[in-house]
């Protein structure tokens, strides 16, 4: 009985500890991540009602890309463990409808500090505050470009 009751709980320990680790969706890497809220306002796609607000990473080149719904957007990554970096972050200089929206995004995303990842959402922050939430796409990952400014 006793030996029963030992595998039974070193099974479940077991299922339990394996379902807590890494999984194939357990990165921010190699997904495009599409644009939610920010500052806790749902996004609507202000900036372009048929364009996507997403972003994509690649921790292992250290650069970051994506779209605000008018420009291509880029920059540095830096990550160790729930820290996350965006920095010299550039634009392509399409003018827009609601830039205004899009200059404030982009200032935003300056200030991330860290980051959290459940599942199919990625929630950026700055402290404990939440800047911006995403969720995975099912969408096809576009190519990252050169993390340098266009000249």
Request: proline content about 5%; overall charge positive; charged content about 20%.
């Amino acid at each position: 009985m006793k030996n029963n009751l030992f595998n039974y709980l070193s099974a479940l320990l077991f299922v339990t500890i394996t379902s807590c680790g890494s999984t194939k969706d357990a990165s921010i890497n190699n997904t495009r991540w599409e644009l939610n809220e920010v500052e806790g306002v749902v996004i609507d796609y202000i900036v372009n009602p048929k364009a996507q607000i997403f972003l994509t990473f690649d921790e292992s080149q250290n650069k970051f890309s994506g779209s605000t719904g008018c420009n291509t957007i880029g920059g540095k990554l830096t990550t160790e463990g729930s820290k996350m970096h965006l920095a010299d972050i550039f634009s392509t200089q399409m003018a827009c409808p609601k830039m205004q929206a899009e200059r404030e995004y982009l200032r935003l995303l300056e200030t991330v500090d860290n980051y959290k990842l459940n599942g199919k959402k990625l929630i950026l922050y700055q402290g404990t505050k939440q800047i911006a939430s995403y969720t995975r796409s099912k969408n096809p990952v576009p190519p990252i470009p050169p993390a340098t400014k266009p000249n």
